[in-house]
């Protein structure tokens, strides 16, 4: 059974830091990316940042200098260091994980792990 078991959320006040966690399980194939999305509200859900397995990360404008995504390939962990947060930050933040070619092509998404950030 495949899971992405997401950590690390919480309230913090502006200009603080969380650190969130994800770790795949159950996953047979090689993940080729990892990354972090976050939904707001009456939103839309939104890329944060994603670290192919080989390749440059990719990160949003509205993260970029603040946020950084770091992976642990051999543990299928993924990491999101959150600084200078603001209260526009405040989102429900999710992991994913996708790799995998043809028939064998996967895209999982972990449950969620609320941020919220006071003013």
């Known amino acids: 059974q495949v899971q992405l078991v997401e950590s690390g959320g919480g309230l913090v006040q502006a200009g603080g830091s969380l650190r969130l966690s994800c770790a795949a399980s159950?996953?047979?194939?090689?993940?080729?990316?990892m990354g972090w999305y976050r939904q707001a509200p009456g939103k839309q859900r939104e890329s944060i940042a994603v670290s192919p397995s080989g390749g440059n990360t990719n990160y949003g404008d509205s993260v970029k200098g603040r946020f950084t995504i770091s992976r642990d390939i051999a543990k299928n962990t993924v990491y999101l260091q959150m600084n200078s947060l603001k209260p526009e930050d405040t989102a429900v933040y999710y992991c994913?994980?996708?790799?995998?070619?043809?028939?064998?092509?996967?895209?999982?998404w972990g449950q969620g792990t609320q941020v919220t950030v006071s003013s």
């Open positions: 994913n994980a996708n790799g995998g070619r043809g028939p064998f092509k996967y895209d999982y």
């Open positions: 159950g996953i047979i194939f090689s993940i080729s990316d």
